[in-house]
Nanobody, 119 residues
Framework: QVRLVESGGGLVQAGGSLRLSCTAS????????VGWFRQAPGKERQVVAQ????????LYADSVKGRFTISRDNAKNTVYLPMNSLKPEDTAAYYC????????????WGQGTQVTVSS
């Protein structure tokens, strides 16, 4: 059974930091691209960051560039998303997914972790 488990969410003041983790079981992460997505109440889900399986190329939403950094540790089957200089508009449920960034086809999803940034 494939499981992606996110952790590291919580409540933080504006300007603070959190580090999200996404750990996979039942699959090996290395052949997959991994993405972080977020969805705020009443809004569409948006991609936050992606890291590709080949070369580790990273992509970021404009709103998080320079503040968030996606990285992967294939030995630990884990992908990280340190988030700095958090803003209230970063408040959302954050999800990780594994699949193909090229085709935007995400086969596996985690259950999500809530990030709340207070002003």
């Amino acid at each position: 059974q494939v499981r992606l488990v996110e952790s590291g969410g919580g409540l933080v003041q504006a300007g603070g930091s959190l580090r999200l983790s996404c750990t996979a079981s039942g699959i090996i992460f290395s052949p997959y691209s991994v993405g972080w997505f977020r969805q705020a109440p009443g809004k569409e889900r948006q991609v936050v960051a992606q890291i590709r399986q080949i070369g580790g190329t990273t992509l970021y939403a404009d709103s998080v560039k320079g503040r968030f950094t996606i990285s992967r540790d294939n030995a630990k089957n884990t992908v990280y998303l340190p988030m700095n200089s958090l803003k209230p508009e970063d408040t959302a449920a954050y999800y990780c997914a594994a699949g193909s960034a090229v085709t935007s086809s995400w086969a596996y999803w985690g259950q999500g972790t809530q990030v709340t940034v207070s002003s």
